[in-house]
């Protein structure tokens, strides 16, 4: 089993839908959950992160987190095309030597078509 | 703004080659990471560095080593280019508040 697991899509939303990205993981020793965006040829940026169990909302992105599945999602209101990328789930343990270190799910493509 | 940037964007090596990616921060910070990234498999850790002169293997150390002379530069060595070794190499930078602030990455195609 990964430790951080996500369908890697595509996932293809008509523009003004939601699109809703899944993630789970296998330690449940991990603490914090980020949600990273990377467009085609770029290179990952932070967009959302989440610490506790529940919503937490940023605009049009709603990260939510729910330790007792062991899972995290990520919900965008409103899809525009330029939210067409590879979203990545990252899971950081804490404690011991981890110092920040970050497992990164295989991503989900998203599409957003007009 | 933050800013990580490495070396090359594209390397082209040999197999057997020694090769050098470098890493810079300008933002202090102490952490600092090495990923490479290919397709279907994400991003894994090869490794990072917690402090000057500490690191620590990631998930996918073998053939890879890593130097930390200066807070501000962490480089990437392949001891010897293997065709298996191909792939996106991005660096990143860690904030005090948890973020990960990734260079533009490059790309190495050992032939």
């Known amino acids: 089993q990964k430790e951080v697991e996500q369908n890697s899509g595509p996932l293809s939303v008509p523009e003004g839908a939601i699109a809703s990205l899944n993630c789970t993981y296998s330690?449940?020793?991990?603490?914090?959950f980020f949600w990273y965006r990377q467009y085609s040829g770029k290179s990952p940026e932070l967009i959302m992160s989440?610490?506790?169990?529940g919503d937490k909302e940023d605009g049009r992105f709603t990260a939510q987190l729910n330790k007792a599945s062991q899972y995290v999602s990520l919900l965008i209101r409103d899809s525009q095309p330029s939210d067409s990328a590879t979203y990545l789930c990252?899971?950081?343990?804490?404690?011991?030597?981890?110092?920040?270190?970050?497992?990164f799910g295989q991503g989900t493509i998203l599409t957003v078509h007009p | 703004d933050v800013k990580v940037t490495q070396s090359s964007r594209y390397l082209v090596k040999r197999t057997g080659e020694k090769v050098f990616l470098e890493c810079v921060q300008d933002m202090d910070h102490e952490n600092m990471f090495w990923y490479r990234q290919d397709p279907g498999l994400g991003l894994r850790l090869i490794y990072f560095?917690?402090?000057?002169?500490?690191?620590e293997k990631g998930d996918i150390p073998e053939g890879y080593s890593v130097s930390r002379e200066k807070k501000e530069r962490f480089s990437l060595i392949l001891e010897s280019a293997s065709t298996n070794q191909t792939s996106m190499y991005l660096c990143?930078?860690?904030?005090?508040?948890?973020?990960?602030?990734f260079g533009p990455g490059t790309r190495l195609t050992v032939l």
């Open positions: 560095s917690y402090d000057v002169k500490m690191k």
């Open positions: 990252a899971v950081k343990k804490v404690g011991g030597t981890s110092y920040g270190k970050l497992t």
């Open positions: 990143a930078s860690r904030s005090s508040t948890d973020t990960q602030y």
């Open positions: 330690d449940r020793g991990s603490q914090s």
């Open positions: 989440i610490y506790s169990n």
